[in-house]
C-alpha cells in the first residue's frame, strides 16, 4: 500500500539525550514537512524540504535538525538543545498536484 | 508564519445537530483543505477545494471556498458521534508552501 510511515509510535527520551524520528513514504513525493502539536494546539512547522538534499527552516526550527537524503526519506532530530520535546510530531508529504497527507504521528516524552 | 483564524475553538453538541466552522486569513490562498484529526492520529484529508467559489460535498460534509479567496468554512449535517475529533483548514499558497488553522474541536453528545 502506497503511504507515510512515521516510526515509532511512542518514544521516551531522557532529558540531554538527542532521538530521531523516522519519516517515510513511497508515494513519489517531492515535499516533505515536519509539524510539532501540543495539546489543544495548532500544527506548528518545524522543517520542510522541497526536494532531496534541501530543507528549509520553518516557524519553530530551533533544538531539531533534518536530513533529505533520499527523497522516500526525512528524519526529524530533537536534539538537546529542545528544552521543551514533549510533544506529538507529525510528518506530511505532498506532490506537486496533490494534497499533503500525513503520517500517524509520533508522540515523544522526556522523562 | 502564516496565520489562519478558525472559530469556533471547539463546540459541543447533540447527536442530529448541524455544525458548521470556519477559517479567515488575512492572505489569499490557492487552495482550501479541511482535515480531520481523531485523538493520538494523524490528520486525514475530508475536503478540497481549489477554485473562488467552489462548494464541494464529501457525504454530510459540504465546504466552500470563499469569494475572496481568504476564507472557507465547513458544514457537517446530522452529526453523529464518530464526528468527533479535531478540525483543521490549510490553505495552500503558490509553491508548496501550506498553513494550518488552530482547529475546531468537537464534541458530540449522544
Known amino acids: 500500500d502506497g503511504g507515510i510511515t512515521q516510526s515509532p509510535k511512542y518514544l521516551f527520551r531522557k532529558e540531554g539525550q538527542n532521538v530521531t524520528l523516522s519519516c517515510e513514504q513511497n508515494l513519489n513525493h517531492d515535499a516533505m514537512y515536519w509539524y510539532r502539536q501540543d495539546p489543544g494546539q495548532g500544527l506548528r512547522l518545524i522543517y520542510y524540504?522541497?526536494?532531496?538534499?534541501?530543507?528549509q527552516k520553518g516557524d519553530i526550527a530551533e533544538g531539531y535538525s533534518v536530513s533529505r537524503e533520499k527523497k522516500e526519506s526525512f528524519p526529524l532530530t530533537v536534539t538537546s538543545a529542545q528544552k521543551n520535546p514533549t510533544a506529538f510530531y507529525l510528518c506530511?508529504?505532498?506532490?506537486?498536484?496533490?494534497?499533503?497527507?500525513f503520517g500517524q504521528g509520533t508522540r515523544l516524552t522526556v522523562v | 508564519g502564516q496565520q489562519l483564524n478558525q472559530s469556533p475553538q471547539s463546540m459541543f453538541i447533540q447527536e442530529g445537530e448541524d455544525v458548521s466552522m470556519n477559517c479567515t486569513s488575512s492572505?489569499?490562498?490557492?487552495?482550501w483543505l479541511w482535515y480531520k484529526q481523531d485523538p493520538g492520529e494523524g490528520p486525514v484529508l475530508l475536503i478540497a477545494l481549489y477554485k473562488a467559489g467552489e462548494l464541494t460535498s464529501n457525504g454530510r460534509l459540504t465546504a466552500q471556498f470563499g469569494i475572496t479567496r481568504k476564507d472557507s468554512f465547513l458544514n457537517i449535517s446530522a452529526s453523529i458521534p464518530s464526528d468527533v475529533g479535531i478540525y483543521f483548514c490549510a490553505g495552500q499558497l503558490p509553491g508548496n508552501q501550506f498553513y494550518f488553522g488552530t482547529g475546531t474541536s468537537l464534541t458530540v453528545i449522544p
Open positions: 506530511a508529504s505532498r506532490g506537486a498536484l496533490t494534497e499533503a497527507f
Open positions: 524540504s522541497q526536494i532531496v538534499n534541501d530543507f
Open positions: 492572505s489569499i490562498f490557492n487552495t
